[in-house]
């Protein structure tokens, strides 16, 4: 079952459930898809990795209001951004941990011979080629200046 497919079917779950955290969240994901396959010069279907660029954009989307609510002490209105994030979240590979970013970064250091932060275009770009979907790009981001400073 695609992605797509798999977001349908949840939707008409929580259509019957009458969730609508759950709507709420799965609606927005089902527009966000269908926006980037009309756009100009788009494929009729998305890749695996443009759709799991989808969720996670709507994921931080979801995370970053929740984190500006939480900073003005609305915990009301945060509360259902972290839910719907939690529901996006669902159809995401399983995220991978520091330690095994952290592997993979040093293994593309390696490969690349990157020398110290003059390096970390190269580094990133292939980092998150490597690791879409599995890891964030702040996450990564951090790993790699970390390891070439």
Do not use: W
Request: cysteine-free; overall charge negative.
């Amino acid at each position: 079952m695609s992605l797509q497919e798999g977001i349908m079917s949840a939707l008409k779950d929580a259509m019957k459930a009458k969730d609508t955290t759950a709507l709420t969240a799965l609606r927005a994901v089902k527009s966000a898809i269908l926006l980037a396959q009309t756009e100009e010069g788009a494929q009729a279907e998305l890749t695996e990795d443009q759709e799991f660029k989808i969720l996670q954009k709507q994921v931080k989307q979801r995370k970053d209001s929740a984190a500006i609510y939480l900073a003005q002490g609305r915990e009301d209105l945060a509360a259902p951004e972290l839910a719907e994030a939690e529901v996006i979240s669902q159809f995401l590979p399983v995220a991978l941990s520091d330690e095994d970013v952290e592997k993979v970064v040093v293994n593309i250091i390696n490969q690349v011979g990157a020398q110290g932060m003059k390096d970390m275009g190269k580094v990133m770009g292939l980092a998150n080629k490597e690791l879409a979907g599995q890891a964030d790009g702040k996450t990564i981001s951090n790993i790699v200046k970390a390891k070439l400073s």
